[in-house]
């Protein structure tokens, strides 16, 4: 016995609003990186390609590769609460770009995954404002779209497209940006 005597014990609650808050602020150093991390969790989905463009007045970016099921989008921020394991490394990413999205003003993100008959759509409008509903996309793709607000600042633009592709020079999968190939390194397997 060394003289110390248990007091109390507990657990301690986080404000989840704030600490997404606090989140959404230092992910990237810029918002306009948003579509970045979406980019790796497409990867980290199997995506055998990345299609990014400017659709009507939004920014879509869409992907094949293992859909999200309605339970991973009806907290789409959990994981980052979670420890950080492989398993859980898409869905950190797919919230890092929501996150940093919203520091845009967007009028909404859409989010539609699934197979045609189980589709899921994830409606983002703020922090406090998601929803998860059945899809009517017919798509087995997983689409991404971004619809601007009154504020938010071109999400698209040849300088922008530049960027990405500058940004994304090694992915392994090929990204294709307003329907062209983006160039990109071929980084030979490794040996066995």
């Not at 980290?44 to 990014?52: E, F, H, M, Q």
């Not at 040849?158 to 592709?165: F, G, I, T």
């Amino acid at each position: 016995d060394d003289g110390v005597v248990h007091v109390e014990s507990g657990s301690f609650r986080v404000d989840r609003r704030r600490a997404l808050d606090k989140l959404m602020r230092f992910q990237l150093p810029q918002a306009e990186m948003f579509m970045l991390p979406w980019v790796r969790c497409a990867v980290a989905s199997g995506a055998t390609y990345v299609k990014l463009a400017p659709v009507q007045d939004a920014l879509e970016l869409r992907f094949d590769g293992r859909p999200f099921t309605r339970q991973e989008l009806a907290d789409p921020y959990s994981c980052l609460f979670d420890k950080h394991k492989p398993e859980n490394r898409r869905n950190r990413e797919l919230a890092i770009g929501l996150l940093s999205v919203l520091r845009l003003k967007p009028q909404f993100v859409t989010l539609n995954s699934g197979a045609p008959a189980s589709r899921s759509r994830l409606r983002v409008e703020s922090l406090e404002s998601d929803r998860v509903d059945p899809s009517e996309d017919p798509g087995s793709d997983t689409v991404i779209k971004v619809v601007p607000g009154p504020a938010t600042p071109g999400l698209w633009d040849p300088e922008r497209a530049e960027w990405v592709e500058s940004l994304c020079r090694v992915c392994r999968v090929p990204i294709w940006l307003s329907g062209l190939e983006s160039a990109r390194v071929k980084i030979p397997p490794h040996p066995p």
